[in-house]
């Protein structure tokens, strides 16, 4: 009975895991460019009591063995990048990527991050900027008395100014993208940080080397799907109830038995 009420004990554990899980990605459900998260479980060491294939008899062997699980845990928990929806806004400062790759990001301490968040702003030095203030890499200046700003698929930013109908080009965004972005590390804030996982960022320009497109007046949704989350959630709570129902029952048996001795 303990061995039952330590296993049930594990499966408590791994789905409250699983349901923080789905909390954060329905409490993300409209935050642009958020990547939805799923738990990864595994199952614990077994106790072998009898060896799968060991002689039975001198002609014959165990077909399957005797073998007692330990219950499960959580291994991990998995990004999954697909790209949400696009949705239009017609601000000229908001630019969507459609596929892969990341926008650059200088931190304060200047530490490059990344983020798929392209809902940018201008600072008191007409900086491109995040919400948080963090500049992108590269730098983009904007001029004096601009009239019309734009940015071209390849990440092309041009401008017109007050006197001059022509445009100029000011810059050039450029995308990152990873081997392994399920390896990256969030830190919040819309960011992410390179790790050994993740390898090192390939830079390039929006449509070169497997990249995606810039997309300007529009924002990527998140990808989480809301009708997804809570049927997980339904199930990630027959779960944890059955779990409770088998540490209930073997409390009962344990009781039984205290009783009858």
């Known amino acids: 009975m303990n061995g039952a009420l330590f296993v049930a004990k594990t499966g408590l554990s791994a789905q409250d895991t699983s349901l923080k899980v789905i909390s954060n990605n329905l409490a993300n459900v ?5 990547k939805k998260d799923r738990a990864v479980f595994e199952d614990l060491l077994y106790q072998i009591k009898r060896q799968p294939g060991a002689q039975s008899a001198q002609e014959s062997q165990l077909p399957s063995g005797l073998q ?5 845990r959580t291994v991990g928990t998995q990004k999954l990048f697909s790209t949400g929806d696009l949705q239009v806004t017609d601000e000229p400062f908001d630019v969507a990527i459609n596929g892969r790759g990341f926008l650059q990001v200088v931190q304060p301490n200047g530490e490059i991050a990344y983020t798929r968040n392209g809902q940018l702003h201008l600072n008191g030095d007409n900086q491109l900027v995040t919400a948080e203030g963090f500049q992108i890499e590269p730098a983009i200046t904007l001029p ?18 007050a006197g001059d109908p022509n445009p100029q080009q000011i810059g050039q965004l450029e995308l990152a993208d990873f081997v392994n972005p399920q390896g990256l590390q969030a830190i919040g804030q819309n960011l992410f940080l390179e790790t050994a996982a993740s390898g090192a960022p390939v830079v390039a320009t929006p449509g070169d080397s497997g990249t995606g497109l810039l997309q300007q007046g529009m924002l990527e949704g998140s990808n989480v799907n809301a009708v997804e989350e809570l049927v ?3 199930t990630t709570q027959r779960a944890y109830e059955l779990n409770s129902k088998v540490i209930s029952t073997a409390d009962e048996m344990l009781s039984f038995v205290t009783q009858q001795l």
Do not use: C, K, P
């Open 144 to 161: 004096d008395e601009v009239q019309t700003f734009s940015v071209g698929l390849d990440g092309t930013v041009q401008v017109t100014v």
């Open 68 to 72: 007692l699980g330990s219950g499960v």
């Open 232 to 234: 997980n959630m339904i």
């Open 30 to 34: 409209a935050t642009v460019g958020f």
